[in-house]
């Protein structure tokens, strides 16, 4: 069905067979009020020494997420074609207005291309983005490396994941690239509504894909950005890709066994998380409060783990909705 | 000169004379397009019993600090007046339209409430919160302790503070007060441009003022919350207001010698901070780059550290612009 | 073909065949820039005893109506399940995100609720509470009672409605319940263009459906909102799920015959009723002028009646735009 | 003081001492990004015939009150010079920028007329304006009428008013004026905070001064806009500058004696006003509810009556904040 | 296919079949906050005299170019229908939403009218209106001239145009229409992609279609407007529906060959055009610079010639974006 | 008076006082809710050679005019310190958030650069930019060169302008080096409200001042950045700190004689200008029409030269606003 689309927009500016090092950019025609002939010009850069297998390293998939972006636009700039065998890849930041804008969706549609997938055409900007990674740059690809990081309203332990998967054989690939990449958390993830996903559309072309959360609040730190930098070598070489051993690290294997991980607020307020990233919980336990602020000497409501495990992720700012995500906890396996 | 003033339009809803628990509002006539006869309502607490000093405890100075809120607006629930030795008057968010936003400033003027002291009573809204405090609370008390964090866009070692002042007295009994905070880490600020603070029209009071720096990045974590509720009763009870010892736990003092602490960043991009907060720093060493993000293949730009110490706080968001600071780098004394 | 769809992607809180009375959510995961896992939390209460007829009632379909949402808000909180013979479900603000924004339409995406309909299990906010309405709760019921007002554009006569159907049957069952609600004035309505509508989405289904115009402007009377109280306490009587007689009350029939009952502006300006609500107006009548404002002296533009009857809606806002409605006229039977 | 500020910037094309009947505007110099040689066209009319006493006549003040621009636009466009003894200056709406946006103050600045006075010739836009009409409108005076209503947020009986004052003689004259006006209610206002307000620039001046409030909610109703144009012509016959007998009507007296006659919001929500304007109050009795709309089940905040009178001025929108006025009660005498 | 759409909600006030000159509205019904029964009323002219011919006359297909609508404007206003054999429909701006706002797209839902094509009935407001020009308005036209100019992004030597087209009959016949026109220049256009335009869904149904850019900027000057006017005479004499001979003038047709003709920027910054419109251009010149201006003393990025011709179109606005287009040539034929 | 003031809170990074080619800033602290420690950074370039005269050159003072930006840039990048006898100071872009957003007023607190002179140390970003100027850079200067263009909403004839003024050496100082400049039109204003503008601060500081006009509408052509090019190096060379002659052209000078020089709009609608720049018009002639554009059929409102003289500048965009400025014409002289 896909072969009755219309071809893509966007025209790179490299030439993916070609040897060496190209940066250049995906260029995607965009006509606005204060541009009527406009394009969006999203960086991309090609490494290619002969005729190995292709990774495809992207970040910025969401656009306030920076362990990633900080990553690859290095690894762009240093990866010497040389100490490369095949292809590599490098988008830093897939949804690049979001990431010029610092937010987690387009500021051009609202588009979280995480549910974008598997794009249009003629679609929204990030549609067509979406359209060229699934008909032009995925089918490129043999392994996948996507990073994701908690963005401006979540933090995260830094862990690497794959999915559970029906192919066992993809699966097993996925998570021995997870180990390669060496986190100091390392994730077994069952996707419950995979829809929109690139992921899913990575997976169903029968990729080895695997991705990251490394923190979040919006920010980096020195110690997640080196954890991304030695990952996606360690997942090169890995692949066979860059020569050398992996670098490995211990990691800590997590399970997210059910709909009990997560806690939601009912009501908005200002949020208390009463234990830090890390940190054991017991079922039971109060892991939040959520503070009304209208005025003072009112009791806060309490959120309290429904199970046993260690707090994996939170609600970064201080404010908090109702419906927000307040809490995850994981298992340690 | 202030006597000519005309009088404050706020109403408190509370009695500053009247023993007990109350919780009521500062309210604060607005009329505008959405609320022809409305008003600001900050809550307000206070707790008295007899007639020993006053504390004036504040937070929310700045409208996306935490710390502070969270730690005033439980102990104004909590706070037993019958443990009570004179009045302790809480606010704990004083722009409260900043604090109910999430931004620093307040969304209706903009103002930054640390820059509007004396205020206005016919000014801007936050101008007239500022005229209040500068007329009607700040005479009242013996003692302020104002919380701040390094907000959305900064983030700061743990500390508590108290400036040089040319009255000596004033001064040690300051740091006495921030001795007693026993926050992780200790300053002594010199204050260069401290025109329109609240901590400068408490301190020309005469004033015992402290103040804190206690996180950032727009949350809080468990750990700060601790430091916060535990420094905020050895205040009290270091006023002689609360009876009992003061919680004393070791603190790091620093000090922040001359402008050569503070590096600003002269191009916009995405910031990587090279080290974390409370690593050493030695002079000459890259604290953080900024790298451009309009095409992959670039250096970034170098920020180098001016003198030796810690690094104390940093720019939080990932994206940076020209003039913000990138880093503050401390020395341990 | 609706059986092809996606599941919906709403989680009641609340269980549907319990017997008592529950107040939850119907949470709809909602990611946004700020908060990457939040939620539309939509309150919803089920009050059931037994298995008698189910009775779904709705208000804030437009988000800025509000005769509904105080009748259906208190009957919420007071309705004793013991009085129930079945099920009454209470979604007093349908559309949410435009009720909490206090506007026609979703803030979200714009949604127009009442033009939604069947909705989209993957489409906007607005789309999927339509889904969920259209999949979920409309086959549960018998009977369906949708409050609306003029909203902060019109100002209606406040009358109880329902459609002239093809099935005659279930017209006339509708016009029973139309006439147990007892409003000052009821109407029967010609649908002329139906696509999208809540209303077509119930009466395709087979249900029974009424609906009300109770006032508008963006507020509510004493008056109006005793006439939706005793009202809605009246359909649940008529179909049997509450004891007691229907308090009646007299009730003035009305018909749209055509369309012109219609008057539209063809310039903007200042907008001047010349009639009030309930007044009688004959064919001719100048109904409305329109005051340029540019400059004094100039004559008003004037809308004439195009048929006689009483003026039964108008334009609520002071000022108008060319293509408004100014002016509605029906005509008593 | 004022002969040394620099000159108005405004310049009229009206010429306020030529017989018969001219209309135009002041015009505003205002540069800005959409016009670098823009202006304000504030309409103006001068309706003149020979040397008798000067009305001024305003609506629009506040933005969004229609019941004063529509009598003063049909005066201006319908009143004879050869009806006229001495000068009728009209301007319908003085606060054009917020009459054109249809809000209570200006889109430009923000600025609320009513407290904007005596106003700054090199201030705001609205600061502007006012200052001449301190300067140069006021002056030529001896009786001035200013146009209110409740506007979109607050709804009003329709009342005429003038203010207590220290001057008895021109009380008297300002209350023979209210008198004279004919409303259906007529007021006595004591000004607490009288800074900034038109009424004091022209009382201070010694002129007569009259105001009203006609209604509100952001619209106008038949029967007040027939109020508004019929006490337009009762003050210019009253005045002796149009010929013949004033047409008295039976008016009702008010007073509001003390602050107890409003009542303030403590909490936001939906409000729910339990009477409508005009109905008899007794103290201790609900006037209104505050309904939470975060969930079902809760009971509503009661708001009392402080005193015995009758519902004067509501809250208008079916949403209010927290320090929102919800009601006022006024004593009949 | 189109057959079984739902019929378009645009109601005409003009009758298409009558004989005489219109003035009225495409009236489109668009419930929005600010006006739940409002509408979109578009201008619309038909001026009429027995059964000859049809001309189809659009501007303000995007809402920022000028030369269109004030010739239309104009052509309404003073064509005689004794003049004509044969009917014009005339609509001076087809995105009226977009042409009210002076901007390319429409507020109300960003449609770029030009690819918006065919439209739905149940679609934007945008897709709404093409949908009318599909299904009501092109059907009745034997020729169709559609007036473009650069809007506020590009600005253009002065000249009309028709496509290559497959069927060489209707392409003769469309290039004799412009050569009718006499432009300064004239192109012939070969469309890459053509799909969601206007001229397309004209070409497909047969049509003779003209287009045109004269000027751009936002504004219009006093010798492209003549052009227009004159232009738009001549096609009406050329299709025999005005009587009398073409005004001919000499014209220069252009040609642009491929995409080499297109400069693109790389880098954002302030713009320089080094030749002005209509100078000649070698291969290999620079013909634009973009300046950094986030520091003095950096060297521009240049932007060659890829091609020997004359510039035909700049971007307008100082400042310019990756992405934007810089500078078209063409070559003279 | 202005010693009294506060020190300006602006750092300079560049030295006034060393010789050679500095590219600085001046660094203006900005705290913010995206930057607690933010600052803007206006680019400053110093050449200096000795102890010759200083040229003060500007350009940005209003931020949507370009030539004078593009040739200061280019000036800082090439001018060699070796050429130079004396000091060039040179600031390209004054407002400089203004220039970075492209608006005429800056986006910070929409000020407007000449009107907010003389500044103040504590007031806003844009008084404090001035105040700069006006305390530290402007008693450096001997000669300031400011230029402007027409910006996005006027377009201008190209010249060189200087004021007439009380002291006639000063005057004939200033005309000089107008004449110099060598525009092609030269122009003596009289400047009736010259209240906030930089040129009153430099002139009542006795420096020679010299202004321009050199186009607009927002973009520069290639044509009018070599007028800018050529004029600041001639106002330098007659300054005498670059050696060589003038390069002088014929120049016509003009003059504005009295306000019936500019004609306003009273209506809005699109703006037709029916002469170019620098044709001739004739007192009495239409120069420009006003077009309804509600509906076709309607007759433009007319406006008419008030003298005889050539058109020197135009309103620019296609839709106009009641008070907009429509056409000036100056008298050649």
């Known amino acids: 069905m896909l072969s009755m689309l219309r071809p893509t927009p966007i025209v790179p500016t490299v030439d993916f067979d070609r040897d060496g090092a190209q940066h250049g950019f995906l260029r ?7 541009s009527a002939w406009g394009s969006v010009m999203i960086p991309i ?6 005729t190995g297998p292709t990774a495809l390293l992207t970040g910025g998939n969401h656009g306030d997420e920076y362990e990633g972006p900080l990553a690859l636009f290095e690894l762009a700039r240093t990866l010497d074609p040389k100490d490369v065998s095949g292809t590599v890849i490098i988008v830093p930041a897939m949804n690049y207005p979001a990431f010029q804008a610092g937010t987690r969706t387009s500021p051009i549609d609202r588009g979280n291309m995480n549910r974008a997938f598997p794009g249009r055409p003629d679609g929204t900007v990030t ?7 699934q008909r032009e740059l995925l089918p490129r ?20 994941a794959a999915h559970i998967l029906p192919d066992k054989t993809q699966e097993e690939k996925a998570f021995a690239a997870v180990e390669a990449f060496s986190a100091p958390y390392s994730m077994k993830m069952l996707e419950i509504d995979a829809v929109g996903m690139y992921d899913t559309a ?33 997942v090169l070489r890995h692949a066979g890709i860059v020569a050398g051993e992996v670098e490995t ?45 209208s005025r003072t000497g009112q009791a806060p409501q309490e959120i309290r783990a429904k199970m046993t495990g260690i707090l994996t992720a939170r609600h970064f700012p201080g404010l908090i909705k109702a419906g927000d995500c307040a809490a995850v906890i994981a298992v340690e396996v």
């Open 28 to 34: 995607l025609p965009y006509s606005r009020d204060d």
């Open 45 to 50: 850069c090609v490494i290619r020494n002969g």
């Open 127 to 133: 549609e067509k983005i979406a359209d060229y990674f």
């Open 141 to 160: 690809a043999n392994i996948v490396l996507d990073f994701h990081s908690g963005g401006r309203t979540l933090d995260f332990l830094p862990f690497c």
């Open 202 to 234: 990575a997976e169903d072309l029968g990729k080895v894909f695997v991705t990251t959360e490394l923190g979040g609040g919006g920010t980096s730190r020195a110690h997640t950005v080196r954890v991304a930098r030695r990952g996606v070598m360690n």
């Open 249 to 293: 690290t211990p990691t800590q294997w997590l399970d997210m066994p059910s709909g009990d991980c997560f806690s939601f607020a009912e009501e908005g307020g200002m949020v208390e998380t009463l234990v830090d990233l890390g940190d054991p919980v017991k079922e039971g336990d109060v892991v939040a409060c959520i503070h009304a602020t």
